[in-house]
């Protein structure tokens, strides 16, 4: 895990499952409708327990695109569940995308800090069958995320919780194109 400090807070990146995050809250790579999907998805319904998930869901759908929604966690280890819908990739407009995907992790942390919450791990939001190039989703995910924490927030923790190593090291290379610091 490499842990980089910003202001009063700490973004962290690892490697794992993020349903086995022992945080206040996980954030689910959600679509419109709020619905169990596949991917993070499916794995954070499945281990929340699909119907209390989608019950809670659905009073709060659709969700616009760059947008999120608080649900409980139910049976997670995390007390909430963040649903953050990224957009679907455009070749045609990646600024756009980039725009979208920006404000789908500025929206997840600004719920956080409505809500009080400390520690939030995030999956890398639209890089699944969203197809986000990953290599170009982690600069945007973590200058969002780093301004975010910048500013005043209760958020102390930012974990992303990537799957597999290539997230993971493009993650890193973008922390460390940022000129993020790790402790240690």
């Not at 608080?70 to 007390?79: D, I, M, Q």
């Amino acid at each position: 895990m490499q842990r980089y400090p910003i202001g009063r807070a700490a973004l962290e990146l690892t490697s794992g499952d993020i349903v086995e995050q022992d945080v206040d809250a996980i954030v689910n790579a959600a679509n419109e409708g709020l619905a169990a999907g596949g991917g993070v998805c499916g794995a954070i319904f499945r281990a929340a327990g699909s119907a209390d998930l989608a019950r809670a869901c659905r009073p709060l759908a659709p969700c616009p695109t760059g947008e999120a929604r608080l649900t409980p966690g139910f049976r997670l280890r995390a007390r909430h569940v963040i649903h953050a819908v990224g957009p679907v990739y455009s070749r045609r407009d990646p600024e756009g995308s980039a725009r979208l995907l920006a404000s789908a992790y500025r929206s997840s942390l600004a719920l956080a800090a409505q809500h009080g919450l400390a520690r939030v791990a995030f999956p890398s939001i639209s890089t699944g069958i969203f197809g986000y190039p990953v290599a170009e989703a982690a600069p945007v995910a973590l200058a969002a995320v780093r301004d975010a924490l910048a500013g005043e927030t209760s958020v102390t923790l930012v974990r992303f919780v990537l799957w597999g190593e290539q997230a993971l090291a493009a993650y890193t290379q973008a922390a460390q194109g940022m000129g993020l610091v790790p402790e240690g």
